[in-house]
């Protein structure tokens, strides 16, 4: 018997029914008595994500550079710093995290992110739309390739990780195509070749001190989380990603949510596309090249089990924003660039191992 999930269930432990025995919960491998071992257990897992970006957080403080007794780490522009750094990737992998909690994986969003910002260049500068209608655009074309991978990958049975990797190359090739091969430079004006000025306002920040892709990155994370916890969407996501065959008898529409959830992952990385051309002013086909292996890194060190139903959007949250404090921290310190992959490498092998412990244990 398959126990779905209520909503705000989304990182805690469902209690099976009288009689349920050792039968299987969505998300997880068997039942656990309340107040037990397994339970403490498992709420210690569930903050893990937060313990780490606390740790990391002390530790950028103590070994961070200092400049005339200040903390550079602490100073109010390297702290934004690290929010805007953080914003793309954090978009992405909210996103991601609704793939792999349905037990799937989508390695097109950073090809997606190259072709909305081409998209959003193109549409501004060389065919004169304003920011709405260009915006509008993008975020249609990024839904609808994401929700095309879903139905490939439903309707058809192949893997997500073929699907979204024949995506990668498409989407790659098709910012090419739109764009000659060539980055498209976004200027600012009235005048032909130029942009609305309005658009700008990705580049700016809020009282000069929060950046306007933070605001709408925590945003995006804030609406996710009521997603997850509130509504039957997210019940049935955790249900196919805990057992896909149960959920489908059970009277899930696993097609429907399959699609939905790729059209969701791929409206995001067109979100973060448009976020990415206005912070650099252009779009470039190359544009968010490798993107998706750092989202997948988030969900991961955010505690999200890459065998599907089983995670929390507040995880992959914190997942990112530890990523952009290690990036930050690793940079002011002038380590070298490929030590610095080799430290991430590192702590995405621990958090994975820490996953593989926690199902060991509960």
């Not at 839904?143 to 073929?162: D, K, P």
């Not at 700016?204 to 804030?222: H, M, Y």
């Amino acid at each position: 018997m398959t126990h779905l999930r209520a909503p705000g269930e989304e990182s805690g432990t469902p209690v099976a029914p009288a009689g349920a025995g050792t039968a299987g919960v969505a998300g997880h491998r068997r039942w656990r008595r309340p107040g037990g071992r397994g339970e403490l257990v498992e709420r210690l897992f569930a903050v893990q994500s937060l313990f780490a970006l606390l740790l990391v957080f002390v530790l950028a403080i103590a070994v961070s550079p200092r400049r005339d007794g200040e903390i550079l780490f602490l100073s109010t522009e390297n702290l934004g710093n690290i929010v805007r750094a953080v914003s793309e990737i954090g978009i992405i992998a909210v996103g991601m995290t609704f793939v792999v909690l349905l037990g799937g994986i989508d390695l097109s969003v950073g090809a997606i992110l190259g072709l909305s910002a081409v998209g959003t260049a193109t549409l501004m500068v060389d065919s004169g739309l304003g920011i709405l209608p260009a915006v509008t655009v993008v975020l249609l074309i990024g839904a609808l390739f994401g929700a095309l991978q879903g139905y490939a990958t439903a309707r058809l049975g192949i893997q997500s990780f073929i699907v979204t990797l024949a995506g990668l190359q498409v989407a790659r090739g098709l910012a090419r195509i739109w764009s000659d091969g060539l980055g498209i430079p976004i200027a600012y004006g009235d005048g032909p070749q130029q942009a609305p000025p309005a658009f700008e306002i990705l580049n700016g920040s809020i009282n000069g001190v929060v950046p306007v892709p933070a605001v709408l990155f925590i945003g995006i994370g804030v609406a996710a989380i009521v997603v997850l916890r509130k509504t039957a969407f997210a019940r049935h996501v955790y249900a196919i990603g805990g057992n896909e065959k149960a959920a489908r008898l059970s009277g899930v529409p696993v097609l429907r949510v399959k699609v939905a959830v790729f059209a969701i992952a791929g409206l995001l990385a067109a979100v973060a596309g448009i976020i990415h051309a206005g912070q650099l002013n252009q779009g470039s086909p190359n544009d968010g090249a490798g993107y998706e292996l750092d989202a997948i890194a988030a969900v991961v060190i955010g505690g999200t089990s890459l065998a599907g139903g089983t995670g929390s959007m507040g995880g992959t949250l914190a997942g990112a924003l530890l990523l952009g404090i290690l990036n930050n921290i690793l940079a002011l310190n002038n380590i070298d660039a490929n030590v610095q992959l080799l430290i991430k490498g590192l702590v995405i092998v621990a958090a994975a191992g820490l996953q593989k412990l926690r199902r060991s244990i509960v």
